[in-house]
């Protein structure tokens, strides 16, 4: 069990933290024995466990005790463990030279983090606040420029580490499903349903000049095929057989989608009402966010979708800023799919400070909206479905891979081979730390003038070599929120020692969820310590069977009454 002692603010974002890492915790009680203390706030009582972890930039009543003095502070800087970056966002504290301990976290040529002892324990001093750093990935997210790094995912894993290398067992549910490394949703904004609705407006014009002028320039710089040059060019010479209704419109999304899919679960987030622009949109082209279709339009497709399997979410308007009319966009949809557990992303991905509580105000269940327009990665630092800030039940689903922001000249402008080399070092980042990857590829995305489709196939049958999970974004959000509602409770073995045994009261969960029991790694062995993603772990698969029957399970996992790891669970 590992004793909590935070600054009185920090609360909420302990809480949020362990839901992330799903690992016994509690706030630190006088009466109880910890094994690992974590502490931020100001004041810290005679505590010895075996792994003291005090983080803050401010001078803690323990630094005299421990020899280690600050040298300076500064606000933002990366920090380097073991070759990990980790950027820190708030105010960091860099210890003096003179400092005993071993630097474990270092910042250029200075000391961020030191190891060192006191009484019987290890003591890690950090000059950066944990807490503090969640709450800003959480509400204000990463800077571009810091999108590539799963930075609470970084935080997560240095922190097991310690755990670990104190020669501490750790018990953790871990964001992977049984039987799989991560979890991938596929996700469509359908903005456009066919450019048989465009005559001689905007889009049409910008159409035919993306597919001639633009396509040629492309060409030349190599990013166009000559093949998907002519294809283009076939497109615009088509326009008029497909407004007369005597030639297929290239840009209906469904069949493309549904085809190359097979099998695959996909959610479409559709637009609730045409014309309407929305309010409070910031930029000069405002007016432009306005769609020619709505759902309504749609009666044979959403049928189709739903039979096939997909999810219908809401592409809102105006619910990112507006309760009463984000609960009438929600309503619209609702009424199509039969079903009052909708979830949305807002169309431009606009947000505020607000949304997540206007949005659950509203009524909807989960968001998808947290990610970027202008590259891909990791806005809240994780692949994780986590609750934002504000928000009592609303869950958000991250999102991680835009089509447009990998293409769009004014955004990152990659190749295709270099598209796909950077949506590959996040499916193994998946791999690596669990969560889920949530894919966006627009409606008219595998169309001309974009013909950006034989990426996205190439990507689905990259994820479908991997041991992954597909589900829609309603599914996956649920897998989470199951997994959330687990907690953990000292249970007495047949020895007469404790277990911290997962309790859950809720429907079956599925896929199971795993229960990992993590071996430690012991102070001094170099190979470990060099080595941070090797782990020496059991899982035990769970769909949320009784108390008792997992309880037995968690005991015969274990070699004998004696083995270390067993006692060590105990508080």
Known sequence: MIGVIPKSEQAR????????????????????????????????????????????????????????????????????????????????????????????????????????????????????????????????????????????????????????????????????????????CLTHDIDFVGIRNHKFDHTMWGFVYRATVVAVRNFVRGRLSLRRLVRNWLAVASLPFVYGGWAKDFWEPFEWYLDVETGLPATYFLIPFKRRSGDNVPGRDASRRATAYDVSDLPHWTTTLLKKGCELGVHGIDSWHSVDKGREELTRIAAVTGDSAIGTRIHWLLRDANTPAVLERAGYAYDSTFGYNETVGYRAGTGQVFRPLGAKTLLEIPLHIQDGALFYPQRLDLSEPEAQGRCQILIDNAAKFGGVLTLLWHDRSHAPERCWGDLYIRLLRTLKATDCWFGTAGQVVDWFRKRREVRFELVETEDGSACACPCYDGGEVVPPLNIRLHRPRHEGNDSAMSSPDTQDFVDIPWNGVSRDEISQLLQESFVGPSDPVRAELAS
């Open 13 to 184: 974002f302990v809480k949020e933290f362990f839901e992330l890492f799903k690992t016994p915790w509690e706030l630190y009680r006088p009466d109880r024995v910890y094994d690992v203390i974590i502490a931020t706030g100001d004041r810290l009582p005679e505590v010895s466990p075996r792994l003291l972890l005090v983080y803050g930039p401010a001078e803690k009543s323990i630094d005299a005790r421990i020899g280690v003095s600050v040298r300076r502070r500064l606000q933002c800087a990366v920090v380097n463990n073991r070759d990990a970056l980790l950027p820190i966002y708030r105010e960091m504290a860099m210890f003096a030279d003179h400092s005993n301990g071993v630097a474990c976290v270092t910042a250029e040529s200075e000391t961020a983090g030191i190891r060192t002892g006191l009484s019987g324990s290890t003591v890690i001093r950090l000059g950066y606040d944990l807490f503090d750093e969640i709450e800003h990935l959480l509400s204000s997210g990463q800077p571009v420029e810091n999108a590539h790094l799963p930075t609470l995912e970084i935080h997560i894993r240095m922190l097991r580490q310690w755990i670990l290398e104190a020669g501490i067992p750790l018990i953790e549910i871990p964001p992977t499903p049984a039987g799989h490394s991560f979890l991938a």
